[in-house]
């Protein structure tokens, strides 16, 4: 989307975990619905080779022991909109899954090491196109992360960003209910 000037990326993220169909063991990853620019924004500037569909960091790759072409099972967090954080424990969230092929691998140019996390740890990633993660979780036209990546050398466009975010954003848009119940 280019509203603003600048090019903004939506992202749909989630908790999830990840693991080979025939095995049970599933690892803990982030999952990442993105749309074409949020690849843009990568130091590449475009997706890893392949066909668009599951793009794994190397990370996860290796962990799982796969390649491109190889099937795996993603169990996404639905969460009801709770974020994940708040959720009273792991064991009784409800997840969504889906099977998938690995369509690529991205590794450090192609947002493999992509974390809004301060911690300097890596993190197992897997993303998919932003329409199906939507689908899959019920969260039509719906977003929990805004990129917004200024031109080099062109004013900030944040303030300009802000001011349009407010104007448009609701408290539904954060599953979010206001109600009076008078004094």
């Known amino acids: 989307a280019q509203r603003t000037g600048a090019a903004i990326a939506k992202i749909l993220t989630a908790r999830g975990s990840a693991g080979r169909p025939e095995a049970p063991d599933q690892l803990p990853i982030r999952v990442m619905g993105v749309d074409a620019d949020f690849w843009a924004m990568s130091p590449s500037g475009g997706m890893p080779p392949g066909t668009p569909g599951l793009i794994v960091n190397s990370m996860l790759a290796d962990q799982l022991g796969v390649r491109v072409g190889d099937a795996i099972v993603i169990r996404i967090e639905s969460g009801q909109g709770l974020p994940g954080e708040m959720a009273p424990s792991f064991e009784r ?58 031109k080099p050398g062109a004013p900030s466009s944040l303030p300009a960003f802000q001011r349009a975010l407010g104007e448009s954003w609701t408290p539904d848009d954060a599953a979010i209910s206001l109600r009076d119940r008078g004094s």
Do not use: C, W, Y
């Open 93 to 150: 969230r409800d997840f969504v899954a889906i099977r998938s092929q690995v369509a690529g691998i991205a590794t450090s140019r192609h947002f493999g090491k992509f974390s809004l996390n301060s911690k300097s740890t890596d993190e197992a990633i897997a993303m998919l196109p932003l329409a199906e993660v939507q689908n899959a979780l019920r969260q039509m036209a719906r977003v929990n992360m805004l990129l917004v990546h200024d």
